[in-house]
């Protein structure tokens, strides 16, 4: 299978759960700048979107959306426990977290981000992430994890968002249990290859 990703972006998040399940991939970088590939291709032509990830499967199916590709790459290894069985109850807990971090964290950075957003929508936008991550800060109390002592995909999900912080001004550095959750994830052996990788450490 093929994983089109941007450095940094919200594409490490399955490329760490790839890292993580000990699969066979080939990771593709498709700047979401340039959305051109190394080879000069035009990314427009291999997910009309245009964003990543994108996941391309042997047989030529796709999938993309950080959730819905984490979760496939945590199914075909269930051993690793990326996942919950699907159907149990921690599931739908795990499914939960990824929407929250998806829809609360992920697109609540959106705004900093933006070329030419007003100062005012951009400080609007930081008091309201900084809410949302006080509040997961709380729900990390006496975890090692979002799911307990079990690392699962939306951890990476997690660690990738958080990490945009600290290019836009968020600091997380008051937030105890979030600022342990970020450096234990960082110190896991896949999350140090899946950076490597991407360029974003040496």
């Known amino acids: 299978m093929k994983l089109y990703y941007s450095p940094g972006a919200c594409s490490l998040a399955p490329h760490i759960a790839l890292k993580e399940s000990g699969l066979a991939f080939e990771a593709i970088a498709a700047p979401t700048k340039t959305h051109k590939l ?6 427009y032509t291999i997910n009309p ?3 990543v990830p994108f996941l391309v499967l042997d047989d030529g199916r796709t999938l993309h959306e950080v959730p819905a590709i984490s979760q496939y790459i945590a199914d075909q290894v269930p051993d690793t426990r990326l996942a919950p069985a699907n159907g149990s109850w921690e599931r739908y807990k795990l499914q939960e977290w990824l929407n929250t971090i998806g829809t609360e964290l992920h697109k609540g950075f959106s705004p900093l981000f933006t070329p030419g957003m007003p ?3 951009k400080e609007i936008a930081k008091t309201r992430l900084v809410s949302r991550l006080n509040w997961v ?4 109390a006496g975890k090692h994890y979002l799911m307990g002592d079990t690392f699962t995909v939306a951890d990476a999900y997690l660690f990738v968002v958080v990490g945009w912080g600290r290019l836009v001004g968020v600091d997380i550095s008051g937030l105890a249990n979030l600022s342990a959750f970020v450096a234990r994830v960082a110190a896991r052996p896949a999350v140090q290859n899946a950076l490597r990788a991407e360029g974003l450490i040496k």
Do not use: H, S, V
């Open 137 to 140: 800060n709380g729900e990390l």
């Open 119 to 121: 100062a005012e929508a």
């Open 49 to 51: 979107l245009g964003y």
């Open 38 to 43: 190394l080879d000069g291709t035009d990314y």
